[in-house]
């Protein structure tokens, strides 16, 4: 396979990935969550139709408390889950 093809096939596979970024199911429940960073902000509790609870902050941590968000807003690869609405949690 000459070298042109290849990073065509690389570029067209990793564009794949990105776009078919998957919405987090009821499996995911218990997952870290992650902000656009990659640094742990919270955990997923559970995930109802078109809503999602999270909990914001650490067992460990104080004041962490639980949160709504819309599912469209976290994103997972099937290894992360990302919230990627951030900005509007410290707005709660």
Same mark, same amino acid.
């Given at each position: ?26 499996? @995911? ?55 990627? @609405? ?7």
């Amino acid at each position: 396979m000459s070298r042109i093809a290849l990073v065509a096939a690389l570029l067209l596979t990793a564009g794949a990935i990105s776009a078919n970024a998957a919405t987090p199911t009821r499996a @995911d429940g218990g997952s870290f969550v992650r902000d656009g960073q990659g640094r742990i902000i919270g955990a997923l509790w559970s995930v109802n139709d078109d809503q999602a609870t999270v909990m914001i902050g650490m067992f460990n941590t104080p004041g962490s408390h639980l949160v709504t968000v819309p599912v469209r807003t976290l994103a997972t690869d099937g290894t992360r889950i990302v919230l990627n @609405d951030t900005p509007s949690l410290a707005a709660r």
